[in-house]
Nanobody, 118 residues
Framework: QVQLVESGGGLVQPGGSLRLSCAAS????????MGWYRQAPGKQRELVAT???????NYADSVKGRFTITRDNAKNTVYLQMNNLKPEDTALYYC????????????WGQGTQVTVSS
């Protein structure tokens, strides 16, 4: 099993910045990709950004140029730096990890709320 603990959410004004962190523990050997997804009220969960163990990244078009995902493999931690936040970024942000050894499994954190409002 892999446990994911997120931190860093909060309330920020439009144009502001936040940094989310997600620390993985447990059976972390074999984790290939980690990332962030978000879900706004009344909407489906959507991809925000992912990063593989060798630092290959993928971003949703809506956050390209504003969000940056990074990963510290030694700490089993993934970060999401969010700049120039917009009200439409308001959502519950979930950390995700995909383990490929010994078998493929996906894990989710409990979520951290990000609210962008003046």
């Amino acid at each position: 099993q892999v446990q994911l603990v997120e931190s860093g959410g909060g309330l920020v004004q439009p144009g502001g910045s936040l940094r989310l962190s997600c620390a993985a523990s447990g059976s972390v050997f074999g984790i290939h990709s980690m990332g962030w997804y978000r879900q706004a009220p009344g909407k489906q969960r959507e991809l925000v950004a992912t990063i593989t163990r060798d630092a290959s990244t993928n971003y949703a078009d809506s956050v390209k140029g504003r969000f940056t995902i990074t990963r510290d493999n030694a700490k089993n931690t993934v970060y999401l730096q969010m700049n120039n936040l917009k009200p439409e970024d308001t959502a519950l942000y979930y950390c995700n990890a995909v383990r490929v050894v010994p078998g493929i499994a996906a894990y989710w954190g409990q979520g951290t709320q990000v609210t962008v409002s003046s």
